[in-house]
């Protein structure tokens, strides 16, 4: 399959909904700043699809314009292939900063779950799923002093496995296992200098993100959690944390790992598209073939070929 794109922008989202719909078709991906389509679908068995620049033509704004392509483009691969995905256009691992958003806007639970289902076409439980969540986050968010304080975020960059959504930087735990101390060496000197660059400011929250922390060994979590306890408890007004919230997420901590788990009990569905098929895309090596064909980097220009 061939997806040729007038400009960069446009190129995560369409390549992400090809693969939602044919995960394990090999796509070949351009940029072709000369070409007439926004998108140009060349699907196996000699159908195409082109977004032109009228079919965008008034929504305003980059984003807005990036959205109409990917609606588009869901709703002719929806079409074609007869399936709808429970997600439907939402790429990426955080529908809940979307629905977030759409719940300030619409200032109800019920119209944030209609707009999510009428404009991304995302079924009606993961609509709901999403809301709920986005509510249970507001709520947890809503006292934290973001004025006087801030949120520690510590970035564990290790998984099981690579998945092929991932936009986060992350290595193979079994390619890197070996420098994983090093890297707690080197995270324990960067947590000591934010310590003294954040003193006399409130600590909101501690965040160990990745990645996927657990890939740490036990005795490494404690080190790094007794570390940021020596680090930022005297200075942060420190004490007992007064909740902690464990992620239970197939596909990583990052995902799950602000929802207490009491709450996100196994077998809960999860909280995107790309989770769900987590286990089939993993195999497919998108960041590979983009590192491996672009030295990381997408440049634009005729013919490009990622
Ligand atoms: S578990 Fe998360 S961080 Fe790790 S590869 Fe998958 S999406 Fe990326």
């Not at 007038?6 to 995560?12: G, L, S």
């Not at 286990?279 to 672009?294: D, V």
Request: hydrophobic share 40%; proline share 5%.
């Amino acid at each position: 399959m061939k997806i040729s794109c007038k400009e960069t922008v446009f190129t995560y989202n369409v390549y992400h909904m090809v693969k939602a719909f044919f995960p394990e078709a090999e796509i070949e991906q351009y940029v072709d700043a000369g070409q007439e389509p926004l998108v140009k679908l060349e699907l196996d068995g000699g159908s195409c699809f082109c977004v032109l620049p009228a079919d965008v033509r008034g929504r305003a704004g980059m984003q807005a314009k990036k959205r109409e392509v990917t609606r588009l483009v869901y709703h002719f691969l929806s079409e074609m292939t007869g399936k709808e995905l429970a997600w439907g256009m939402l790429t990426g691992v955080r529908p809940t900063k979307l629905a977030m958003q759409i719940v300030a806007r619409e200032r109800s639970e019920e119209r944030a779950v209609d707009v999510l289902q009428r404009d991304y076409a995302v079924a009606p439980p993961k609509a709901k799923l999403a809301v709920e969540i986005a509510e249970r986050e507001k709520a947890l968010l809503a006292p934290l002093d973001i004025h006087q304080g801030f949120s520690l975020y510590v970035g564990i960059p290790f998984c099981p496995s690579i998945c092929s959504y991932c936009s986060f930087g992350s290595l193979s735990v079994d390619l890197w296992k070996g420098q994983m101390d090093a890297y707690l060496d080197a995270l324990c000197k960067e947590l000591a200098v934010v310590a003294v660059q954040m003193r006399g400011q409130k600590l909101n929250t501690i965040y160990i993100g990745g990645g996927t922390p657990t890939t740490l060994e036990p005795g490494q979590l404690e080190r790094l959690l007794c570390h940021i306890d020596d680090a930022f408890a005297p200075s942060h007004g420190g004490g007992e944390p007064s909740r902690i919230y464990r992620g239970g997420g197939a596909a990583g901590q990052h995902h799950a790992g602000k929802i207490r788990s009491a709450s996100f009990a196994p077998g809960e569905p999860h909280f995107h598209q790309s989770a769900d098929d987590a286990a089939k895309n993993a195999r497919f090596g998108w960041q590979a073939a983009y590192r491996a064909g672009s030295g990381g980097k997408l440049s634009v220009g005729k013919g490009t070929r990622v």
